[in-house]
């Protein structure tokens, strides 16, 4: 089978840690220590995402990518992100925001099928690149709502806006997570503007991904990004996975709702910088 990215013509794999033509199948022969250690601390950081702060996925991403290119990296890493979601979903399933989920789910599907085909018309470092200058410009107009105080204390958000907000989010999170498992980061902003407890935030993020990660499964197969193989070389990074996730436990229990949301936004940044400045 091929991959997406020799269908668009760029050899993302020249750019790894494992040469090129790599791929997870290849773990015994082509993977170096410095793959293996990139790898396992990509998939620790996820950990910590799905139990502390859905953003930290930013952190993740790069490095997977770096190790095993873009393409190889979003199809490797999905089987570790559901099992991250049903540990984030064994203590935060009951602080879910169903409304807020429903109203994010069809723009999320739109913003899947769309990257889906973008993948084989455009090359990745075009589509993460506009993704990251529209991440960036959530970011700067959500850190400019909230520094408004008068604003903060008088704001509504009506329902057409709530649409509206919940259709370019759920686009963009469909996007992002599709493209370069950086849903995290639209979805953050979402409910950074919704403005709910951390409790509900990571609640609602729980089952928002753990739902999209399901959808995503047909497609990354058909795309050709996922196997039988890909899943036992994944077994070899559960430990790390496990011990993010009791990490990320740890942490979100001394994070008070402002400390959240500033990391939030922070990290929201970060990865706008990398999508633009890395693709």
């Not at 455009?122 to 993704?131: N, S, Y």
């Not at 529209?134 to 008088?154: D, M």
């Not at 950074?192 to 409790?199: G, I, Y």
């Not at 990074?237 to 008070?256: C, E, H, M, N, S």
Request: charged share 15%; glycine share 8%; aromatic share 12%.
């Amino acid at each position: 089978g091929r991959s997406y990215a020799k269908c668009n013509g760029r050899p993302d794999a020249q750019d790894s840690l494992v040469g090129e033509d790599a791929s997870v199948t290849q773990v015994t022969t082509d993977w170096t220590v410095l793959t293996f250690t990139a790898v396992a601390f990509g998939i620790f950081f996820y950990g910590i995402s799905k139990t502390s702060m859905p953003v930290a996925g930013v952190i993740a991403g790069p490095l997977l990518a770096a190790a095993l290119t873009p393409t190889v990296a979003s199809g490797f890493a999905l089987p570790l992100l559901i099992v991250g979601d049903l540990v984030a979903l064994t203590r935060y399933r009951s602080y879910a925001n169903w409304p807020l989920i429903f109203r994010l789910l069809p723009g999320v599907l739109v913003g899947i099928l769309i990257t889906a085909f973008l993948f084989t018309v455009m090359p990745i470092w075009l589509l993460t690149r506009m993704l990251g200058l529209l991440i960036l410009i959530s970011v700067i107009l959500e850190i400019w709502r909230r520094s408004n105080k008068e604003k903060k204390k008088t704001e509504r958000v009506n329902s057409g806006r709530r649409r509206a907000l919940a259709g370019f989010f759920g686009v963009l999170a469909g996007m992002t997570s599709m493209a370069a498992n950086a849903g995290g980061t639209a979805m953050s902003l979402y409910l950074a503007h919704m403005r709910v407890t951390t409790l509900t935030f990571m609640g609602t993020s729980a089952w928002f991904f753990f739902g999209v990660n399901l959808i995503k499964v047909p497609i990354v197969i058909q795309l050709d990004l996922l196997s039988w193989e890909t899943l036992k070389v994944n077994l070899l990074f559960l430990p790390a996975l496990v011990l993010g996730t009791v990490v990320g436990i740890y942490v979100f229990k001394r994070l008070d709702e402002k400390k959240f949301y500033a990391i939030a936004l922070g990290l929201s940044s970060l990865a706008a910088v990398w999508l633009l400045i890395h693709g």
